[in-house]
Structure formats: structure tokens, C-alpha cells
């Protein structure tokens, strides 16, 4: 611990790698840490990011990681954080080999985990014909059999939006379901049917949905399915350092609250990426990562030469 950092970026998807390439480019002395568990790897491609539609996420990383070469004062470590304190008006994060660091900013990018229902056959068709977010994956499965897999307001929602890239598709409810009669009517007058029958398996092959299988043994051709799920934090470091999570949203159980300028409850620390959003989308990762990165270097600028920091009102809750 013989270097006090600027700050240390914890997760290194698109949200932290952003955020990076803004520290450096400031010359802040930054470390950035990587657990290399980033939730969309599973995805074939990421869609709806300019300059970049459709390339592997894994290769975007890749490509980022490269870029942040180019700045001496960044280094980019393999590892996962697993704790964090405070300590003499910084902090210290030890990682899992026992490895400690101070820095004087933390800036946490460390994701969200998919927690998507325990379904026979769903685990291998994560990220192709079976996704979660249309505006990821909605162009590619344009015009298809689709199914929606969801319950009450979350399966009006979701299906009325992927209408928009395909005019056959059914809810799946995996079971009865007590949807408003003004929804049924909604989703009828879209042509979106509704199934409550209870859902089995996904049956697929070589990777691609085939049918969705129910329990009384009855079949229904579909080649791709949303499927609802809920993000949840997959750290605990953000309580840890006193973050204060923001009420659930439809999309995340415990997203980590911040204003406008990425700043969390606690002081010194902020947060970019899809632990605090309301829509987890690579391209708004990027973005708060460099938006959260220059508030950074404000916060910075505030302890080395007086400036006052903005005010900013809660983003999460608003």
C-alpha cells in the first residue's frame, strides 16, 4: 500500500472501462480492477451501440482494455474486491489475494447479476433466443414466433413493447394469473394471446428455441422468448462503504442510489453502470461512466484547490 490512488474503479464491463479512459486521459492516477464477470457475455452480440452494433462483448472489452494502454497513469489488475473502509479521509479495498489498495475515490462499476426464473433448457439459450431486453435483441428476432415469459404488469409491458418488432407473439404466464381485465384487453386488442398454462421446458436446437414444452405435455412453437428477470447487486462493497441502495424498480431489487453527478449516499464514492440504472443498456454504461469519471476529477479539483461541488438531486428516486 505504498501508493494512494486517485481513484480505484471496481468492475471493468463498460461502465468502468469508460470511466477509465476519462481518468486517464485527466492523468489521474487510477487502478482499475477487474473481476471479469461481466453479466452480457453470454450475448452473441450488443445491439443498438453506435460504431460497435453487434460485436461480441467480449471483444468490446477487449478493444477498451487495449485503448486504456495508451495512459501510464491507469493500471488495469485482475481481481475482485471483496471488502472495503474507510481510512484516514480515503479508503482501502482489500482484494480476494489478500492485496490491499488506498485511494482517495472509489468508483464502483461492478454490475448486476440476471437472476432469470430455474427452467430446464433456459441456461443455454441466455443471450440468443432467450433474452430480456428488446431493445438489445428485438431486431434480431424481428418477425418472429416470440413468447413473453412474465406475470401481471411486467407481461403487458414487455409484450406491448416487443410488438414493435413482432406481430406474433404470447404471453406466457406459467400459470393463472390475476391480470387486470383492462390488461387482457389491451394485450388482445395488440393480437398479443395470452397462455397460462404451466411452463415445463425450453426446447431448442443447436442453440436456437425451438418450442416451449408445458407440464400437461402440450407444445407451442415459438423461436424466441423474453423472459423477465430482475437484476440484483452481485456485490456487497457498496453497503460496505456506507452507498445506501434506492428503492426497487421493475428491473432491479436494490440498485445503488445516486444523483445526477453519480454520487452515492456515501462520500467519495460513486457509481456508474447498471447497479444504479433504470435501464441496464451497454450504451447508457458508457455513458455514466464518463459522466460518473468527471465528477471524479470535480470532486478532486474540490479537495486540492476549494472548488465547491454542484448540487444534485437523487436520480434513482426521481
Do not use: K
Not at 487502478?31 to 452480440?45: E, P, R, T, V, W
Amino acid at each position: 500500500m505504498d501508493i494512494t490512488w486517485d481513484c480505484i474503479i471496481v468492475g471493468g464491463g463498460a461502465a468502468g472501462l469508460s470511466a477509465g479512459l476519462v481518468l486517464g486521459r485527466a492523468r489521474r492516477r487510477t487502478l482499475l480492477i477487474d473481476a471479469g464477470a461481466q453479466s452480457n457475455l453470454a450475448a452473441h452480440g450488443i445491439g443498438g451501440l453506435l460504431g460497435h452494433d453487434g460485436r461480441n462483448p467480449s471483444e468490446l472489452y477487449d478493444i477498451g482494455r487495449r485503448e486504456l494502454t495508451a495512459y501510464p497513469s491507469v493500471e488495469v489488475r485482475a481481481g475482485d474486491v471483496v471488502s472495503g473502509e474507510r481510512s484516514d479521509g480515503g479508503f482501502v479495498l482489500e482484494l480476494a489475494d489478500g492485496s490491499r489498495e488506498r485511494t482517495r475515490r472509489v468508483l464502483l462499476a461492478t454490475g448486476m447479476e440476471y437472476r432469470p426464473p430455474s427452467l430446464p433448457g433456459l441456461e443455454e439459450l441466455w443471450g440468443g433466443s432467450a433474452f430480456h431486453c428488446p431493445f438489445c435483441h428485438g431486431w434480431e428476432m424481428r418477425d418472429q414466433p416470440l413468447a413473453v415469459l412474465a406475470r401481471g404488469q411486467r407481461a403487458v409491458h414487455s409484450a406491448l413493447l416487443l410488438r414493435g418488432w413482432s406481430d406474433d407473439i404470447v404471453v406466457l404466464t406459467d400459470g393463472p394469473d390475476d391480470m387486470e381485465d383492462e390488461d387482457r384487453a389491451r394485450l388482445a386488442a395488440a393480437g398479443v394471446a395470452v397462455d397460462e398454462r404451466s411452463v415445463a421446458e425450453l426446447a431448442s436446437d443447436n442453440g436456437q428455441l425451438t418450442a416451449v414444452l408445458f407440464t400437461d405435455g402440450t407444445r407451442l412453437a415459438r423461436t424466441g422468448v423474453l423472459v423477465a428477470t430482475t437484476l440484483h447487486q452481485r456485490s456487497t462493497l457498496a453497503g460496505q462503504l456506507g452507498a445506501e441502495a434506492a428503492e426497487p424498480t421493475p428491473v432491479a431489487e436494490n440498485p445503488i442510489a445516486v444523483d445526477g453527478f453519480y454520487r452515492t449516499t456515501a462520500a467519495g464514492v460513486f457509481a456508474a453502470g447498471d447497479l444504479s440504472v433504470q435501464m441496464p443498456q451497454v450504451a447508457a454504461a458508457i455513458a455514466s461512466g464518463s459522466h460518473a469519471a468527471a465528477a471524479v476529477v470535480q470532486s478532486l479539483m474540490a479537495d486540492e484547490y476549494g472548488l465547491a461541488v454542484p448540487e444534485g438531486r437523487n436520480r434513482v428516486n426521481a
